[in-house]
């Protein structure tokens, strides 16, 4: 049983920060890439950030230079660093696992103005 557990989500003022962490359980045998997606009320989830075994990043066009992704040397743990939050960026973040396609039950980020 493979189980995806965010973390981190909250309430902060535009201009904050946060970070997201995801852990990964159970028995993996295939992992390619790990990586966010974000949704908000009535639009479709989309890309945020994703990283691969080797290191390869890429960052959704709204969040690139803001947003930073990193992985634990070692370990099947994602993180999200969210710099210069936007009103823009509120909405559920989920963690994802490729190439078996695990999500996560998602946590809530919220930005006021």
């Known amino acids: 049983q493979v189980q995806l557990a965010e973390s981190g989500g909250g309430s902060v003022q535009a201009g904050g920060s946060l970070r997201l962490s995801c852990a990964v359980s159970?028995?993996?045998?295939?992992?390619?890439?790990m990586g966010w997606y974000r949704q908000a009320p009535g639009k479709q989830r989309e890309l945020v950030a994703t990283i691969t075994p080797g290191g390869s990043i890429r960052y959704g066009d709204s969040v690139k230079g803001r947003f930073s992704i990193s992985k634990e040397k070692g370990k099947n743990t994602v993180h999200l660093q969210m710099n210069n939050l936007k009103v823009e960026d509120t909405g559920v973040y989920y963690c994802?696992?490729?190439?078996?396609?695990?999500w996560g039950q998602g946590t809530q980020v919220t930005v006021s103005s």
């Open positions: 159970g028995m993996i045998f295939s992992i390619n890439v």
């Open positions: 994802n696992l490729k190439p078996t396609d695990y």
